[in-house]
């Protein structure tokens, strides 16, 4: 079963930037909580975006440069990314959950996930 599918993902050069999209379809829909993970090279997987009943959350490292929203009406949520740079190459995953507590952006309250789609940034 697939609820979960982002694409986007390209490579670009530093200071680029890309939109990433995500359809979300059966079980995920109820959600009320998305967002945005990424597993670079020797990393752990961490959040970079996430909205929960209209409010955004970002970390530090993106902050700024990363734009989340979603679309209700077609079950789509996207990534805006500008301002890019080589340290933002990773493997990027959109995920929905429906949330109770915690944190927005640790992956492991999150339900939902997609296959993932590879963003490279060359300097």
């Known amino acids: 079963q697939v609820y979960v599918a982002e694409s986007g993902g390209a490579s670009v050069q530093a200071g680029g930037s890309l939109r990433l999209s995500c359809v979300i379809s059966g079980d995920a829909v109820k959600s009320n909580c998305m967002g945005w993970f990424r597993q670079g090279p020797r990393k752990a997987r961490e959040g970079v975006a996430a909205?929960?009943?209209?409010?955004?959350y970002y970390p530090d490292s993106v902050k700024g440069r990363f734009t989340i929203s979603q679309d209700n009406a077609k079950n789509t949520l996207y990534l805006q990314m500008d301002s890019l740079k080589p340290e933002d190459t990773a493997i990027y995953y959109c995920?929905?959950?429906?949330?109770?507590?915690?944190?927005?952006?640790?992956?492991?309250?999150?339900?939902?996930w997609g296959q993932g789609t590879q963003v490279t940034v060359s300097s």
């Open positions: 909205i929960l009943y209209g409010s955004t």
């Open positions: 995920a929905a959950t429906d949330f109770d507590k915690g944190s927005t952006l640790d992956p492991s309250n999150y339900k939902y």
